[in-house]
């Protein structure tokens, strides 16, 4: 079974501070996704990397693959009540009849006015 | 939207009893996914499909049926319901395999 691990698993902090989170995993994966989830709603997709070493940036919001495909941050700069959330990465394997998703657990994100 | 949606959004329902969750989407996606969310365990698939009547399970499928006679609808049956299925279910949908879900709004099941 493969696990991929989030740190931290809570993090609490002031608007306008920049914070960074992290996916980590013993296995290789060929894509990683991230996902925010609102409370009472279903995660909605962030971003998809699949190239090691890939960086992709979304407004605030920066997502580096690592450069073995077994790793993934998440940094965010100048943090807004609005990225309060949980975010989740899900690590998928290319190859045979996979067609699922590997979730880790989530860093629960609150930010403070 | 995304064109998917689960019914219903809560219920409440006795030990024992059948319960089958509704997943319908509008985007014409071969994947579908049901999965259960909760505290300390993050997301967990139930069971998943690939194609209609194609059907394979997932990590906790133990209790757990499914069904997909249409490529639209995905239903998932908990045979007898126990307190250990009291969760947030969630169903989900992709293009491609291992890419880009989009997930319903779930629906809070409590069995008591």
């Known amino acids: 079974t493969q696990l991929l691990e989030q740190s931290p698993q809570f993090l609490s902090i002031q608007e306008g501070e920049n914070l960074t989170v992290y996916c980590n995993s013993s296995?290789?994966?060929?894509?990683l996704q991230w996902y925010r989830q609102e409370p009472g709603e279903g995660p909605v997709l962030l971003v998809t990397?699949?190239?090691?070493?890939e960086v992709k940036k979304l407004k605030r919001l920066t997502f580096q693959f690592g450069d073995a495909r077994k790793d993934s941050s998440l940094h965010i700069t100048a943090a807004q009540p609005g990225d309060t959330g949980l975010y989740l990465c899900?690590?998928?394997?290319?190859?045979?009849?996979?067609?699922?998703?590997?979730f880790g657990k989530g860093t629960l994100l609150t930010v403070n006015p | 939207d995304a064109g998917i949606t689960q019914s219903p959004r809560h219920k409440v329902t006795e030990t024992g009893t059948p319960v089958t969750l509704r997943c319908h989407q509008t985007?014409?996606?071969?994947?579908m996914y049901w999965y259960r969310q909760d505290p300390g365990h993050g997301l967990r698939l139930i069971h998943y499909?690939?194609?209609?009547?194609?059907?394979d399970k997932g990590e906790v499928s133990d209790g757990y049926s499914v069904s997909r006679s249409k490529t639209e609808d995905f239903l998932l049956t908990l045979e007898s319901a126990t307190s250990s299925q009291t969760s947030v279910y969630f169903c989900?949908?992709?293009?491609?395999?291992?890419?880009?879900?989009?997930f319903g709004s779930g629906t809070r099941l409590t069995v008591v």
């Open positions: 989900a949908i992709s293009e491609t395999r291992g890419r880009g879900y989009t």
């Open positions: 296995s290789v994966f060929s894509s």
């Open positions: 990397v699949v190239t090691g070493g």
């Open positions: 899900a690590g998928s394997n290319s190859g045979g009849s996979n067609y699922k998703l590997t």
């Open positions: 985007e014409n996606h071969r994947y």
């Open positions: 499909s690939y194609g209609v009547k194609d059907t």
